[in-house]
């Protein structure tokens, strides 16, 4: 797109709808994280069934073939069964990412360790900071396998505050931008 083209009263009207729906989206994401988690695990397991549904309806039109690809009933039968979770447990699910990055954190945090301690053999003078350092990326990542639905939810409520911000300011400048055109 080049900037000659560029209607800046076009994109002031759209850019005004998407800052409303940001704040709204923001609130909700805020007030209720747990919830919009929960709803956004359920979009997630739709959208793997109809993608298992989009798989299988290709596989069985070309089921006569020869030299058919069973390819495609393999990424149906995986969408499936994976959509199915997710529709069934999607507490599980949502709580699944942060402990797998708890859990790289922690493996981490016990090779910063290993290093603190190999700077305290050879006797370098910061070796306390490091092993401090270490320990405390340690114990985030062991809050993060434990609390891992808590420290989801903050994530969310951090990501819907961001939006809220994002919205608001965007309206803000909108607004700033018509007054300078009249």
């Not at 069964?81 to 529709?87: F, K, N, R, S």
């Not at 396998?145 to 951090?158: E, G, I, L, N, T």
Request: charge should be positive.
């Amino acid at each position: 797109m080049s900037f000659r083209n560029f209607s800046f009263e076009k994109y002031s009207k759209n850019n005004a709808l998407m800052s409303v729906v940001m704040v709204v989206l923001g609130l909700a994401l805020f007030i209720w994280p747990g919830k919009t988690l929960d709803v956004l695990a359920h979009i997630l397991g739709i959208a793997l069934l109809l993608s298992a549904a989009i798989s299988g309806v290709s596989w069985y039109r070309d089921r006569h073939r020869a030299g058919m690809n069973y390819g495609p009933l393999a990424v149906a039968l995986m969408c499936v069964v994976m959509g199915l979770v997710v529709l069934f447990a999607p507490r599980g699910i949502i709580t699944l990412l942060p402990k797998l990055i708890g859990i790289a954190i922690i493996i981490n945090g016990l090779i910063n360790l290993a290093q603190a301690l190999e700077l305290r053999k050879a006797s370098v003078g910061n070796w306390t900071s490091s092993l401090v350092v270490a320990a405390l990326t340690v114990a985030l990542g062991i809050f993060l396998v434990v609390f891992s639905f808590s420290a989801m939810k903050a994530a969310v409520m951090v990501i819907g505050g961001i939006f809220v911000y994002n919205g608001v300011s965007n309206l803000w400048i909108e607004s700033s931008y018509r007054k300078m055109d009249k």
